[in-house]
């Protein structure tokens, strides 16, 4: 299950990068993330957020490490469509 953990960190590293290129020619549909960035910084939200995901991931991991299967499903699936806009984006 460590594995899971450090694919979820590995995925939170393809989420911060491939939102940070499709954001420099597009924008941010989420409205509460779109508020975050005004207010605070994107690249500081994406970063807060990848670390509490991982940590998050590392809690989840000594307590219920079987929710970790469908959380990194969830970010294989953001990480796809990230890059898939980036591609649509060329």
Do not use: H
């Amino acid at each position: 299950m460590i594995l899971l953990v450090l694919l979820l960190m590995a995925l939170q590293v393809g989420d911060v990068l491939t939102t940070l290129k499709i954001l420099q020619n597009g924008r941010e549909l989420n409205p509460l993330m779109n508020w975050l960035f005004i207010k605070l910084g994107m690249k500081e939200v994406l970063l807060a957020k990848a670390v509490v995901v991982s940590c998050i991931g590392i809690w989840l991991w000594t307590v219920y490490p079987i929710v970790l299967i469908p959380l990194c499903v969830l970010y294989i699936g953001v990480v796809g469509w990230n890059s898939y806009q980036i591609l649509k984006l060329k």
